[in-house]
């Protein structure tokens, strides 16, 4: 069973940085594309960023400049630096596969960015 813990949130205000991580319980990780996911209240959530096998990244508009994600694959985790935080970036984080698998979702880590 794939399971995936997401960690680093909390509350920053407008212009600050947070540092998520997330951390896979299979080796299926190494053989897969990796993405962060958010969804904020009353929208549906979103892939922001996702990082290939071999590194190549790729970026919603909306964070494009501003977040960095990343991977070690010998540890089976996933980083995303975010970077000159707004508000609007305020949401759950998730990490999952991508394409995602719905039954791969966890919990998922708050950020709220607010002044």
């Known amino acids: 069973q794939v399971q995936f813990v997401e960690s680093g949130g909390g509350l920053v205000q407008p212009g600050g940085s947070l540092r998520l991580s997330c951390a896979a319980s299979s080796s299926i990780f190494n053989f897969s594309i990796m993405g962060w996911y958010r969804q904020a209240p009353g929208k549906q959530r979103e892939l922001v960023a996702h990082v290939i096998n071999n590194g190549i990244t790729n970026y919603a508009d909306s964070v494009k400049g501003r977040f960095a994600i990343s991977r070690d694959n010998a540890k089976k985790t996933v980083f995303l630096q975010m970077n000159s935080l707004k508000p609007e970036d305020t949401a759950v984080y998730y990490c999952?596969?991508?394409?995602?698998?719905?039954?791969?979702w966890g919990q998922g880590t708050q950020v709220t960015v607010s002044s």
């Open positions: 999952n596969l991508v394409p995602n698998k719905a039954n791969y």
